[in-house]
């Protein structure tokens, strides 16, 4: 069993930036490919970013493609989002997620972290 924990969020201006982290406990982090979601008021959990177990390789959702990065740290069993100029449409609960495959589709991760809200103000 996996155990994620999300933090780093909080109120942003438009163009700033913020970075997430997500400590993972409790299974072999390096096993997990790791995804970034988000979910905004009123509306469904989307995509935003994944990475593979071993971090060479990447991809994006297209509205944040250029402006946020993906990364993760084997050894601190971490995974981050950097979030730079940001916009008030990426105002959202994120979360991370572990799965058994680099996928943009949330039913392919397992374990969920519990979220942590991003406000970009205009």
């Known amino acids: 069993q996996v155990q994620l924990v999300e933090s780093g969020g909080g109120l942003v201006q438009a163009g700033g930036s913020l970075r997430l982290s997500c400590a993972a406990s409790?299974?072999?982090?390096?096993?997990?490919?790791m995804g970034w979601f988000r979910q905004a008021p009123g509306k469904e959990r989307e995509f935003v970013a994944t990475?593979?177990?071993?971090?060479?390789?990447?991809y994006y959702a297209g509205s944040v493609k250029g402006r946020f990065t993906i990364s993760r740290d084997n050894a601190k069993n971490t995974v981050y989002l950097q979030m730079n100029s940001m916009k008030p449409e990426d105002t959202a609960v994120y979360y991370c997620?572990?799965?058994?495959?680099?996928?943009?589709?949330?039913?392919?991760?397992?374990?969920w972290g519990q979220g942590t809200q991003v406000t970009v103000s205009s």
């Open positions: 997620a572990a799965g058994g495959f680099y996928s943009a589709t949330s039913r392919e991760y397992d374990y």
């Open positions: 409790g299974g072999t982090f390096s096993s997990y490919a």
């Open positions: 990475i593979n177990r071993s971090g060479g390789n990447t």
